[in-house]
């Protein structure tokens, strides 16, 4: 039981005294200590009590009290005298049954080889999550010294790796053993080893051993292949990482059409990542392309139809990293350039130089469809002629697409697009004129209209931008403004567009008004649904009722 709180300061200068005999070390702790033996945490006897702790620590020899003495004090002041080494062996039972285990009470233990073994029983009990902490705490520490630099002790370090990758490694056994029987269900979620390769990201000296670990060292690859840059990785390493390139885990799923898909995903990332595994791989890496091509049925005739284009551009961008398939590349190459075409629309910016042409992934509603080809175009299995004869269809800026990007575009591409675009007549671009150039044509109101008829069912891609130059230019019509998607219409309050036809359509008809809030406030407006047709349907429906 504590003293009362008038003796309280008293009791604690008491017991930082020099000349405190031994034997007054048991009253000493009872006079400081609550009842119960926790204080409250806004209680300013616990501030006294925690200035006197580390006295009474360095000089109470007696076990028991000395446990009382830690179940007292603060979380935070315990990992520090344990770092400090005013608690020893003897006191770590005490501090790990009456405190919680912290990332940094880990650290603090660490600083001492007397809790080695402390320490590795801790860190076999982490979770993934935990690894990290654990390593910048103890670095933290290390910058007390500054003439030490931060880094986590080596054997602590390699309990960590090894904590980490046991962790992946059953999570990796169980990706694979939950699929067997059959039965179609969500697969589990690939592991997530990012946390165990910021560890790794310490040890690059360790990782040529651990990639032939035969326990963990196919958790070791997958690691490096997906979490750690290429220039980081010699080709020693990276040649030992090739078992795990094409994801046997995922070979045998349960439901193809989708896990094949995705494991095709996955490997191709891990080409672009690392393009010396082309190489290295060789015919594995394409044998696993056609494993999931044909066992996924990717390229099905019934399953290409429902592709989405962004659908069909991401598979062939993955096959043309992967496939050594010459037909399954022609047949990609076909379906590509089969999409719709893109448009192209030109707009200054208050920023841009006006002596800088505006580049072609600006001026494309999008570049997929080129991208995709060019991609394509990087396999030496594609017949070459095949993608030339493509030059044709292409929209021209889709062409000047080709010739800008060098680090996208095979030089041979690059030459045959050269010698197209010579052999054929500039194409002007259309542009987004201001008020003050539209000022200077004979009809302004055609040039606007043939920024709509140039963008089509695209302009979303250029985000609106030919709406709102019609909206705000005082060359507006009603006949253009009929043409642009109601809600953007009529959520323009700065110009009074939607107000002046809603004026017109509801007049003084008080039952018109009453219907126009009932419409807007009930139902959600599609853009897909132009400013006349609303008005249009508003209309008919006064008219019906």
């Known amino acids: 039981m504590a003293v009362q709180e008038g003796e309280y300061r008293m009791w604690a200068a008491l017991a930082r005294r020099d000349d405190l005999p031994d034997a007054a070390h048991g009253a000493i702790i009872d006079g400081l200590l609550p009842g ?41 002041q315990i990992t520090e005298l344990v770092h400090q080494n005013v608690l020893g062996p003897d006191d770590v039972p005490g501090v790990l049954r009456h405190h919680r285990v912290t990332h940094e009470l880990i650290a603090a233990l660490a600083r001492h080889d007397a809790h080695r073994e402390v320490v590795l029983a801790l860190v076999n009990n982490l979770r993934l999550s935990d690894l990290v902490p654990v390593a910048l705490s103890c670095e933290l520490l290390c910058l007390e010294d500054l003439d030490r630099i931060p880094r986590v002790p080596d054997w602590l370090l390699d309990a960590l790796v090894r904590r980490g990758l046991d962790l992946v490694t059953a999570q990796l056994n169980a990706f694979g053993s939950d699929q067997q029987g059959g039965t179609y269900r969500r697969p589990p979620a690939w592991p997530g080893y990012e946390a165990c390769h910021l560890v790794l990201e310490r040890c690059p000296d360790k990782w040529p051993a651990l990639v032939e670990d035969a326990a963990t060292g196919q958790a070791m690859r997958h690691i490096l292949l997906d979490c750690v840059a290429t220039e980081k990785i010699s080709d020693e390493v990276l040649a030992s990482c090739v078992p795990a390139l094409c994801l046997p885990e995922r070979a045998a799923l349960t439901q193809p059409a989708r896990d094949h898909r995705q494991r095709l995903q996955h490997i191709a990332r891990r080409v672009a990542a690392h393009p010396r ?207 642009l998607p109601a809600p953007l219409v009529l959520s323009d309050y700065k110009d009074p567009v939607a107000s002046e036809e809603l004026l017109r359509t509801c007049g003084s008809d008080p039952g018109r008004w009453q219907a126009m809030v009932e419409t807007l406030a009930t139902s959600r407006l599609d853009y897909s649904e132009t400013f006349g047709q609303f008005i249009d349907r508003f209309k008919a429906g006064c008219d019906g009722s």
């Not at 945490?41 to 200035?51: A, D, L, N, P, Y």
């Not at 076909?334 to 580049?359: F, K, N």
Request: charged share 25%; aromatic share 6%; proline share 4%.
């Open 277 to 483: 595994l082309r190489d290295m791989a060789g015919t594995e890496l394409k044998d696993a392309a056609d494993q999931c091509v044909r066992e996924g049925r990717l390229l099905h005739a019934a399953k290409v139809k429902r592709y989405k284009p962004y659908e069909l551009t991401s598979m062939a961008a993955d096959l043309a990293l992967t496939s050594g398939d010459a037909d399954q590349l022609a047949k990609l190459c076909t379906l590509v350039s089969r999409l719709p075409e893109p448009v192209a629309l030109q707009q200054r910016y208050a920023h841009d130089d006006e002596d800088e042409p505006i580049r072609p992934k600006v001026l494309l509603s999008s570049d997929s469809r080129i991208s995709a080809i060019s991609a394509l175009a990087h396999n030496p299995h594609l017949d070459q002629s095949l993608v030339t004869g493509l030059l044709e269809r292409l929209h021209p800026v889709e062409v000047q697409w080709l010739l800008t990007y060098d680090q996208e575009v095979p030089a041979w591409l690059q030459q045959a697009a050269a010698e197209h675009a010579a052999a054929h007549r500039q194409w002007e671009v259309p542009r987004i004129l201001s008020d003050t150039e539209l000022d200077t044509y004979a009809d302004p109101q055609s040039v606007m209209q043939g920024w709509l008829d140039a963008t089509g069912d695209h302009r979303s891609c250029f985000y609106h931008q030919v709406e709102y130059a019609i909206l705000a230019s005082r060359h507006r019509t009603d006949v253009l403004v009929r043409q």
């Open 36 to 76: 119960d033996g926790a204080f409250e945490s806004s209680s300013w006897q616990h501030g006294v009590f925690k200035e006197t702790l580390p006295t009474l620590l360095a000089r109470v020899t007696d076990q028991g009290l000395r446990d009382r003495l830690i179940a007292a004090g603060s979380s935070d």
